[in-house]
T-cell receptor, first 115, second 111 residues
């Protein structure tokens, strides 16, 4: 079965540069989530989109922005990168059934290293 | 904000032993999910729980959604070396909402 696809898997950037991460959700999933996971930490929620609209916002820095496109893929744009942005970034997707339960599946993650 | 307390933080057990870990919350969740994460990889869904009191199994794994909707546990029976990894609980307050993660339980299995 198709899973959540993230690209690139690894990325090295210098301080103050810009990086873009891409996420392709599971086919027919309408909700995308972005998470950041530092070394030894649990995943921290950044932002989510449902039907191309932002649905929830977490601890996403102002230097970061994201959007979901008409084909439901999403991109996370990170500018003015700082050393502390080095982390594993996960995208997850789900089929939103409103107030009912839905199951969230994660991609393999994108490793961002800022040097 | 919502927080999940997961325990224990780490476990070092002998192959063949049973394992139990749990999560508690100060607030109610509508969904509890359990994930396993290997180093550098994405969390892999193990079990999803949707109703209070629900008990669900997936092979050697069993998880329960607490009656109060504020807690969940995961049991692994007859552990094997490939069970090594970090196990996360995650709660979702509403459909389509964000997941709140526990701190993780790092499991080590000695052959």
């Amino acid at each position: 079965a198709a899973g959540v696809i993230q690209s690139p898997r690894h990325l090295i950037k210098e301080k103050r540069e810009t990086a873009t991460l891409k996420c392709y959700p599971i086919p027919r999933h309408d909700t995308v989530y972005w998470y950041q996971q530092g070394p030894g930490q649990d995943p921290q929620f950044l932002i989510s989109f449902y039907e191309k609209m932002q649905s929830d916002k977490g601890s996403i820095p102002d230097r970061f922005s994201a959007q979901q496109f008409s084909d439901y893929h999403s991109e996370l744009n990170m500018s003015s990168l700082e050393l502390g942005d080095s982390a594993l970034y996960f995208c997850a997707s789900s089929l939103n059934r409103g107030s009912s339960a839905n199951t969230i599946y994660f991609g393999e993650g994108s490793w961002l290293t800022v040097v | 904000g919502q927080q999940l307390n997961q325990s224990p933080q780490s476990m070092f057990i002998q192959e063949g032993e049973d394992v139990s870990m749990n999560c508690t919350s100060s607030s109610i969740f509508n969904t509890w999910l359990w994930y396993k994460q290997d180093p550098g990889e994405g969390p892999v869904l193990l079990i999803a729980l949707y109703k209070a009191g629900e008990l669900t199994s997936n092979g050697r794994l069993t998880a329960q959604f607490g009656i109060t909707r504020k807690d969940s546990f995961l049991n692994i029976s007859a552990s094997i070396p490939s069970d090594v990894g970090i196990y996360f609980c995650a709660g979702q307050a509403r459909g389509g909402g964000k997941l709140i993660f526990g701190q993780g339980t790092e499991l080590s299995v000695k052959p």
